[in-house]
């Protein structure tokens, strides 16, 4: 069972990012620091995978120390997503894919590690209350909300269609 599980939320995962990427890939230059409701079209881009890298991780320490955030130290300053603070930050769609690379890659290899143990724990973000397994449904969830704020603006700004992809991405 534990099989069972880890291939689909590995599965999904991907699936869950492609479709942040085709916002992503498909967001007219002009568009990219356009408003997306009350904040602009890259910050949305990154807050969704800044979450997503949160609630990947086991704690907020564990994040924080991740070699990719020591290499981008100036990207990530004061952690200034995880307070309640008036986003100013923009970022470049260059920063954006390889933020989404980073994401990929550690979905797949936090999948693989979990343990039934593990995934039946509770998750050891501060404010999250339920289990590990949980929590990764939840993340997919939040980073989808973003991908339909996206998703909208583009069709609605530029007539651009985001493809939906799902489990069976592979075959897209």
């Known amino acids: 069972m534990l099989n069972i599980y880890k291939n689909l939320t590995t599965n999904q995962y991907e699936a869950t990012f492609c479709m942040l990427q085709a916002c992503i890939d498909r967001c007219p230059d002009a ?4 408003p997306v409701a009350n904040l602009k079209f890259s910050q949305v881009a990154f807050h969704a995978l800044f979450f997503g890298d949160v609630y990947l991780s ?3 320490d564990s994040f924080r120390s991740q070699p990719f955030h020591r290499e981008h130290a100036a990207v ?3 952690y ?12 470049e ?14 979905a797949v290899d936090v999948i693989a590690a979990e343990t039934a143990e593990a995934l039946n724990a509770q998750a050891g973000i501060d404010w999250i209350k339920f289990s590990q397994a949980e929590l990764h449904v939840y993340n997919m969830r939040h980073i989808h909300h973003h991908v339909a704020q996206l ?5 609605l700004d530029t007539g ?4 939906w992809v799902g489990s069976d991405w592979r075959n897209v």
């Not at 568009?31 to 356009?34: G, K, R, T, V």
């Not at 998703?151 to 069709?155: C, F, G, I, K, V």
């Not at 651009?160 to 493809?163: A, C, G, L, R, S």
């Open 58 to 60: 086991r704690d907020l």
């Open 160 to 163: 651009e269609d985001i493809p």
């Open 76 to 78: 990530f300053a004061e």
């Open 93 to 106: 769609k260059a920063f954006i894919l390889e933020y989404l690379q980073h994401c990929r890659e550690k």
């Open 151 to 155: 998703s909208l603006r583009l069709r």
């Open 80 to 91: 200034d997503e995880l307070g309640d603070r008036e986003r100013k930050a923009v970022f």
């Open 31 to 34: 568009n990219w620091q356009a």
